[in-house]
């Protein structure tokens, strides 16, 4: 297992001369960390979620000495609450203490039963004996001292060893993301010109999203927005080639033959991958924009269609108050040359209960999978027969925010689909 390499270790020991030997290698393996007495209750953060922790080592020898292990474990609530947050998702707990089996029930109670939300993924105890000496009224790093901790973790979290992956992700996240900062920022020495030079590249990086007549209508702010998206697209790369390099590290078991993972949590996940939620303004354009619009010309009824649909079913989905909705499709490059117009699809967002009945109902429709849309269980029904071409300004004057947006990935699907409908040639016969 790799110790956190983003800043997401805390260590907690009121004696620095006995943790002195691991800030000491941590510094100098250049792994960040935050270091807390424990007994300076003002020196704690700020606020806890601000960075969550991934790793805590936390000495019990501040309170351990001539008490059993309950008044120890109730002792060291305060810093547990000041410290870590609440849903850390996950993180280690790293006990360094002599009385592993004393201590261990009576801390895992104390999560379970007072502080469930801030349960850790494991909880580890280790013997500052095992890594540091004592010399001279010192304590001083062994050899190796980092990487046998890193290798005595890595063999206690063998059955939770997605742990393990999960902090190598953040790592390489981390890591990138430098050499991406690295990468961007040095085309140009670094001199009295650096800024400015600099900032012409960002330019030209957002002129190449927001097109050549429309750039001079955007700020300052919003151009380096669109230019940071051309930034992590690179950066969005050099992470996925690390992750197919198998860097995460080993693991095992990964399969769902023995758990049955529930639809909600799927739609969640599928939200996650396929949804970006935020609030719209009604003058914002971009490919995969959803706008939830009143049915005014009875378009729920001709996409729910009596010829595809049985009776009963049609009824059912009727009944059930699909909601209309447009997709905004068009090609990223025509809002890069400024063309003025939006193509947009219809569908409706309907109960995932339906989402059988929807199956194979021709080529003409896009089923989307399960989603969590306003904290429900849903899924969209597209229908290419009702594709349109607007002017933005026809937009603008309905004065409807997008709701959500579908993302890069599920509008290329659906344009693909689409695309194939469009340019099959047919043939002539006889």
């Known amino acids: 297992m790799q110790l956190p390499s983003n800043g997401r270790i805390v260590i907690v020991d009121d004696n620095i001369n006995e943790v002195l030997p691991l800030i000491k290698i941590l510094s100098k393996k250049r792994i960040p960390f935050n270091y807390y007495t424990g007994t300076e209750f003002t020196d704690f953060p700020d606020n806890i979620d601000d960075n969550k922790l991934r790793v805590l080592f936390l000495d019990l020898n501040i309170f351990e000495l001539n008490k059993d292990s309950k008044s120890v474990i109730s002792s060291i609530d305060g810093i547990l609450k000041a410290i870590i947050p609440d849903n850390p998702n996950p993180y280690l707990l790293v006990i360094w203490s002599k009385q592993n089996d004393e201590y261990k029930t009576a801390l895992e109670q104390h999560f379970m039963h007072h502080i469930p939300q801030k349960t850790p993924a494991r909880i580890l105890f280790l013997r500052k004996g095992n890594y540091f000496d004592f010399i001279d009224d010192k304590w001083q ?96 790369d050099r992470i996925e080639d690390e992750v197919e390099d198998l860097n995460l590290g080993t693991i095992t078991n990964v399969s769902d033959l023995d758990v049955d993972v529930p639809q909600s949590i799927i739609s969640s996940i599928n939200s996650k991958l396929h949804l970006y939620t935020k609030s719209f303004a009604a003058n914002y354009f971009e490919q995969g924009n959803t ?78 999978p399960g989603l969590k849309i306003n904290n429900q269980e849903k899924f969209i029904f597209f229908d290419f027969r009702f594709i349109k071409t607007s002017l933005q300004s026809e937009l603008i004057e309905r004065n409807i925010a997008p709701s959500f947006k579908l993302r890069r990935e599920i509008c290329t699907d659906i344009q693909s689909q689409l695309a194939n409908q469009i340019n099959r040639p047919g043939i002539s016969n006889l």
């Open 141 to 236: 790093a062994q050899t190796d001292c980092i990487q046998r901790i890193e290798a005595d973790l890595n063999g206690e979290l063998e059955n939770i060893s997605l742990l393990r992956s999960l902090i190598s992700w953040e790592n390489i996240v981390h890591k990138k993301t430098s050499e991406t900062i690295n990468e961007f920022s040095s085309f140009y020495p670094i001199d009295e010109n650096w800024d400015k030079n600099s900032k012409a590249i960002m330019y030209r990086l957002a002129k190449a999203i927001i097109g050549d007549d429309n750039i001079t209508k955007y700020t300052d702010e919003q151009k380096l927005a669109k230019a940071f998206i051309n930034i992590n697209s690179f950066l969005s």
């Open 291 to 368: 706008y939830i619009l009143a049915d005014h010309d009875n378009l729920i009824q001709r996409i729910l269609w009596d010829k595809k649909f049985k009776a009963t079913q049609r009824k059912l989905l009727i009944d059930s108050s699909p909601q209309l909705i447009q997709l905004d499709i068009t090609p990223v490059c025509d809002y890069s040359q400024s063309k003025e117009y939006v193509r947009t699809i219809f569908g409706v967002i309907l109960n995932y209960a339906f989402y059988k009945h929807c199956e194979n109902r021709g080529i003409f429709y896009y089923r989307t």
